[in-house]
Nanobody, 115 residues
Framework: DVRVVESGGGLVQAGGSLRLSCAAS????????ITWFRQAPGKEREFVAT???????YYHDSVKGRFTISRDNGKSTVYLQMNSLKPEDTAVYYC?????????WGQGTQVTVST
C-alpha cells in the first residue's frame, strides 16, 4: 500500500520555527513531485510549496523568504522548514505526492501559531 504521513506540527509562538516532515512509502519516491498545502478552519485549501523530482521549488508569495522545502530521497522524506511564523500560518498542513495522474495524500498535521 502507498502511505504518505506528515509529522512535526505543534504549537509555536509568533516568530518561532517549526519543521514539518512528509514521509512516503510504497512508491519510487525520487520520481514524485511533493507539494505542501494548508487549510485553516472555514477557508479553502491553499498551496504552500512544491518540490519536483528535479529539485526545482515553488512557493506561495505569502511564505517566500520564510519557508524552505527540501527533499531527502534516501529517506523518502520531504521537509518544510518554517521560520518567522505568523498567526495566519495556523492551519492543518497536508502533503501531496504526485506522479502523472497518480496522487496520494497524507492525513495532515496541525500547526498553531500563537501571538
Amino acid at each position: 500500500d502507498v502511505r504518505v504521513v506528515e509529522s512535526g506540527g505543534g504549537l509555536v509562538q509568533a516568530g518561532g520555527s517549526l519543521r514539518l516532515s512528509c514521509a512516503a512509502s510504497g512508491v519510487t519516491f525520487s520520481q514524485y513531485g511533493i507539494t505542501w498545502f494548508r487549510q485553516a478552519p472555514g477557508k479553502e485549501r491553499e498551496f504552500v510549496a512544491t518540490i519536483y523530482a528535479s529539485y526545482n521549488t515553488y512557493y506561495h508569495d505569502s511564505v517566500k523568504g520564510r519557508f524552505t522545502i527540501s527533499r531527502d530521497n534516501g529517506k523518502s522524506t520531504v521537509y518544510l522548514q518554517m521560520n518567522s511564523l505568523k498567526p495566519e500560518d495556523t492551519a492543518v498542513y497536508y502533503c501531496n505526492a504526485r506522479l502523472s495522474s497518480e496522487q496520494y495524500w497524507g492525513q495532515g498535521t496541525q500547526v498553531t501559531v500563537s501571538t
